[in-house]
């Protein structure tokens, strides 16, 4: 069990039968009636964000998730191949688990597993990964005097609005929690 006054950013909890990681939490005193703890919690097992209240000192039950390292080999239809790197076992994971994932995910890229008792919750990758850009149009000259922007479709399907100067065959940094560009690689 872990007290909701010792939340930390990142920490598996155990709540109503459902795994949550705590995204982000706020202690609150108002001036009049008990303190309380103000939470957003994702579930691990479909990806919902949920808010959730707790009592100030209140005790929830502490998931002891396990990670680890994997690399994904393939997609084949909706399945999507891994590997374990110390066994070479391999275990296949839906789309519908992998959704948001998808978007980052070459084939041999390494990641991590989470499981809790057995059950595969999903992958965490990396915070950053390179991606290439397979089609943009040009940038038009004179168009820069507010940060313009424009599409560029990735390799693996997705589409970021990055800078004008960016061209075709470019490799980009794109952060995984938000699919934004962050710099060319």
Do not use: C
Not at 32 to 61: M, P
Not at 122 to 130: A, D, Q, R, S, Y
């Amino acid at each position: 069990m872990v007290s909701v006054n010792d939340f930390k950013t990142g920490l598996t909890i155990e709540v109503d039968g459902n795994i949550f990681s705590v995204l982000e939490f706020q202690h609150v005193k108002p001036g009049k009636g008990a303190a309380f703890v103000r939470s957003k919690l994702r579930n691990l097992r479909n990806g919902n964000i949920a808010e959730k209240t707790f009592r100030a000192g209140e005790n929830v039950g502490r998931a002891h998730v396990d990670t680890k390292d994997m690399q994904y080999l393939y997609s084949s239809g909706d399945e999507h191949t891994f590997m374990d790197l110390e066994t070479y076992d391999q275990f296949n994971l839906n789309a519908d688990q992998l959704e948001w994932e998808l978007n980052f995910l070459l084939e041999n890229a390494n990641v991590k597993i989470v499981s809790y008792e057995g059950e595969i919750l999903g992958i965490n990758l990396p915070n950053t990964v390179e991606l290439k850009v397979v089609e943009t149009e040009p940038g038009i000259k004179g168009n820069t005097a507010t940060g313009a922007t424009k599409n560029a479709k990735l390799e693996t399907g997705l589409e970021v609005q990055v800078p004008l100067f960016i061209n075709q065959d470019d490799t980009l940094v794109i952060n995984t929690t938000d699919g934004k560009y962050v710099s060319r690689a």
